[in-house]
């Protein structure tokens, strides 16, 4: 069963005003240390963290919290499986508002697709509850 759906749309040129700006503050700030080294490493980082921003925004939106409450930037990451699909690592506020959306007897998987076309870059989540094995 889907208990949440969000989406989010960035601007990339907003994104690198912010690390031209701000830099390190910006980015240790909003993101874990696993999305700053794989951004940092691209050809063009300002595309790489506009699309974690952008998940970002749509999983808080899928948890139904947006970004208040006791959900924060670095609750939440962009991780790959090991096939390379896209999903999200939950942690501290973030991980216990999922927690609480998934009924009983079931477990949560989060779904992510993550595009860029400048000068825009967008995510969609989904998440779902199924059953335990």
């Given at each position: 069963?889907?208990?949440?759906?969000?989406?989010?749309?960035?601007?990339?040129?907003?994104?690198?005003?912010?690390?031209?700006?701000?830099?390190?503050?910006?980015?240790?700030?909003?993101?874990?240390?696993?999305?700053?080294?794989?951004?940092?490493?691209?050809?063009?980082?300002?595309a790489?963290?506009?699309?974690?921003?952008?998940?970002?925004?749509?999983?808080a939106?899928?948890?139904?919290?947006?970004?208040?409450?006791?959900?924060?930037?670095?609750?939440?990451?962009?991780?790959?499986?090991?096939?390379?699909?896209?999903?999200?690592?939950?942690?501290?506020?973030?991980?216990?508002?999922?927690?609480?959306?998934?009924?009983?007897?079931?477990?949560?998987r989060?779904?992510?697709?993550?595009?860029?076309?400048?000068?825009?870059?967008?995510?969609?989540?989904?998440?779902?509850?199924?059953?335990?094995?």
């Amino acid at each position: 069963m889907i208990i949440g759906i969000g989406s989010d749309l960035s601007d990339i040129r907003r994104i690198q005003a912010s690390l031209d700006r701000f830099g390190a503050r910006f980015t240790q700030r909003c993101f874990t240390e696993l999305e700053r080294r794989r951004s940092d490493r691209k050809p063009d980082p300002a595309a790489s963290y506009a699309k974690r921003f952008a998940a970002k925004e749509a999983c808080a939106k899928a948890l139904g919290t947006g970004m208040r409450g006791a959900v924060y930037w670095r609750d939440m990451g962009v991780v790959n499986l090991p096939s390379g699909q896209p999903t999200m690592a939950l942690t501290g506020g973030a991980l216990t508002r999922l927690n609480s959306l998934v009924p009983e007897g079931c477990e949560a998987r989060i779904h992510l697709s993550l595009t860029d076309e400048h000068p825009y870059a967008q995510a969609f989540v989904v998440i779902e509850a199924l059953p335990l094995s």
